[in-house]
């Protein structure tokens, strides 16, 4: 079971208290349920945060301390993050996650959902998905154009939105067989929390996203431009940065770089061995020198565009079924 943070009632004069702003009573009240759902010590064999105590990763745990994990500091660390302060875990959440992800900019109900996104997808990932949810641009960061969106929709149309890209983001990774149902739970308890914030009487009619394509009605087969239907937004979890679209492997300029690569520089060595050859009169007419050019330009742009398109990558590949009619 996950600790939990006791919270009190605000009143008039707690304007003036900096620990109990309304601002601090809604992050404690975030932070709750966070650890609600995260729990307490585990060392899962299929987590790649290994240790991990209150959604505390020992890793993180060690960079808030200022030191490294190495051979002969691990079991004491360990053992103090199984010791962590409840004050220690709140000051870790609110500088690595609420103050990071902009929660406290946010309208009440949003930010609970988005503090909770940004600790289990990453600050950068989070920003994204809630960017989707609000149809404007996918750049990871919460500034004037997000803030403006999140404050003008419809709470109750973008907390349903970004339920379900949390949804589908969760179903794309690898270790959703073991460990999705708690998940998506997760998503659940989230969203009823968020809607359970939403002020009374609030509008759930505004279910329209304005994109730079126009505005697009947003139900449940939403799909913002460049999604690609029936492929779920895919990502990594507490990546910080994780991207929030999945691609279809045929549009990666790191793949056709890799491609181009490999043809121009290992193809024409290792060519002759699996029966590959050029036939003796194109060599006589177009040259060697001819040849090595070609393949040092291939080579080159082949290169220059694994460099650009891993640079410029914004989700990992996914498969996408092809039907070939003859």
């Not at 349903?160 to 997760?186: D, K, M």
């Not at 609030?202 to 460049?226: C, E, I, N, Y």
């Not at 193809?267 to 040259?287: E, S, Y």
Request: net charge neutral; aromatic share 6%; with cysteine.
């Amino acid at each position: 079971t996950g600790a939990s943070v006791t919270t009190r009632p605000v009143s008039p004069d707690d304007e003036a208290d900096p620990d109990h702003s309304p601002e601090q009573g809604l992050f404690a009240r975030a932070l709750t349920h966070v650890l609600e759902m995260e729990g307490g010590y585990s060392d899962d064999p299929y987590d790649p945060g290994g240790p991990t105590n209150k959604g505390i990763t020992l890793a993180d745990f060690a960079k808030w301390r200022g030191v490294t994990v190495e051979a002969t500091s691990r079991s004491r660390l360990i053992g103090e993050l199984q010791r962590i302060p409840d004050d220690t875990v709140a000051d870790i959440y609110r500088a690595r996650y609420w103050q990071a992800a902009s929660c406290a900019l946010l309208p009440n109900a949003l930010a609970v959902m988005h503090f909770d996104a940004a600790v289990n997808h990453g600050v950068g990932g989070a920003a994204r998905l809630l960017q989707a949810a609000l149809g404007v641009t996918r750049d990871g960061g919460i500034g004037p154009e997000t803030l403006s969106a999140a404050r003008a929709q419809s709470a109750l149309a973008i907390i349903e939105r970004y339920a379900e890209l949390r949804r589908s983001r969760y179903r794309a990774l690898p270790h959703f067989w073991r460990f999705g149902r708690g998940w998506l739970r997760r998503v659940d308890a989230t969203r009823n929390l968020a809607l359970g914030l939403v002020p009374a009487g609030a509008s759930s009619k505004h279910t329209t996203v304005t994109t730079t394509k126009g505005t697009t009605a947003m139900g449940s087969d939403f799909k913002l431009p460049g999604e690609i239907p029936g492929q779920p937004m895919a990502g990594d979890l507490g990546s910080g940065g994780g991207a929030s679209d999945a691609k279809w492997w045929p549009q990666s300029k790191t793949v056709w770089g890799a491609l181009i690569t490999a043809v121009s520089t290992v193809l024409p060595i290792i060519g002759p061995l699996i029966g590959i050859n050029l036939p003796a009169d194109v060599i006589v007419n177009v040259g060697n020198q001819a040849i090595l050019v070609a393949q040092a330009i291939g080579g080159l742009v082949g290169t220059l565009m694994t460099l650009y398109g891993r640079a410029t990558a914004e989700g990992p590949l996914v498969r996408q079924d092809v039907k070939v009619r003859v």
